[in-house]
């Protein structure tokens, strides 16, 4: 009988593009794990940094209180987000909701307003990518950033890229990195999930999960930009790998061959918590530890079936 798939890894990235962190649980909502992108540093025009153009971010880390991760735990005025990168000293952000609001926030299609964590944390984040920048949080109770609906109608997240949830497993890195050149962490593909016992892309079918009793929607294959190319230590951008090789197994052209080829490649499954299928809302538990089983409720016929 084969092993069930369980998470290995579970992962969240406070700030948009910054180092994540490994947690050993973590909250599900509906717009993506508790304290998952947050965060977003912005330049004096109120629009999203990323690693695409600032690989520096790679550098900085994020603490949070241990007790951060735990379920209806709520920040006292002693709990911080601590900020660090090489040359700077530690930043620390209040996690207690900040005053000040700055307008004109916009992330891709998005604008709107977010919380502005003040001149401390501008000046530090202006210091380090040596452009003017400020930080902001999202305001979960004015704003929605909503997912693509073509993909995830009603569906919303924070400062993630598109969706709330990202699924990779282990066995598709490790496949991948018998063909490269070098191999690669886990990290250059930003997960929120790491699985494993899994068949190496086998999360590309998955329509319908289950973890506990949290039911998750699969909704397309992730299709990566430039940042799998950054060195996640050294915030050195790479010129072609892993995408060089991912270009040869895992494109639209190879996957999904009746299909326009828009030169995409893929890795990884984005999905929802769909609420709708969950004890209603308020009830049971949605914490997520390292170490649970994922049931795989239904599953796509093949990969060229696969939105993306």
Do not use: H
């Not at 997960?191 to 079918?205: A, K, Y």
């Not at 009746?258 to 918590?273: L, S």
């Amino acid at each position: 009988m084969e092993e069930a798939l369980k998470i290995q890894s579970l992962f969240i990235y406070p700030i948009k593009s910054c180092r994540g962190i490994s947690v050993p649980q973590a909250t599900v909502t509906q717009t993506g794990f508790q304290w998952d992108r947050y965060w977003l540093v912005v330049n004096y025009k109120g629009r999203a940094y990323t690693q695409r153009v600032e690989p520096k971010l790679a550098l900085v880390e994020s603490e949070l209180p241990k007790e951060a991760f735990l379920e209806d735990w709520e920040p006292t005025k002693n709990s911080f987000l601590v900020v660090k990168a090489p040359g700077m000293s530690p930043l620390k952000i209040p996690m207690t909701k900040p005053s000040s609001v700055a307008e004109g926030v916009s992330m891709w299609e998005w604008s709107g307003s977010a919380f502005d964590e003040g001149e401390e944390a501008a000046k530090w984040f202006s210091d380090y990518l040596g452009k003017q920048s400020r930080l902001v949080r999202f305001n979960k109770e004015t704003e929605t950033r909503p997912s693509p609906p073509e993909f995830a109608e009603g569906y919303s997240t924070t400062f993630a890229d598109m969706f709330p949830f990202l699924f990779a497993s282990q066995a598709s890195l490790d496949q991948l990195n018998t063909l490269l050149p070098e191999p690669v962490p886990i990290n250059r593909f930003r997960p929120n999930f790491l699985v494993n016992n899994c068949e190496p892309f086998g999360e590309d079918l998955w329509d319908e999960i289950k973890i506990n009793d949290l039911v998750f929607q699969g909704v397309r294959l992730c299709s990566r930009c430039k940042v799998p190319t950054v060195n996640q230590e050294t915030g050195v951008p790479g010129a072609a790998e892993p995408t060089e090789t991912l270009m040869k197994f895992r494109s639209d052209s190879v996957l999904m061959p009746d299909k326009k080829a828009r030169g995409k490649v893929f890795f990884g499954k984005e999905m929802v918590w769909n609420w709708n299928l969950t004890n209603s809302e308020g009830e049971g538990k949605k914490t997520i530890k390292v170490g649970d089983t994922i049931s795989v409720v239904r599953k796509i016929p093949s990969r060229a079936e696969a939105a993306a």
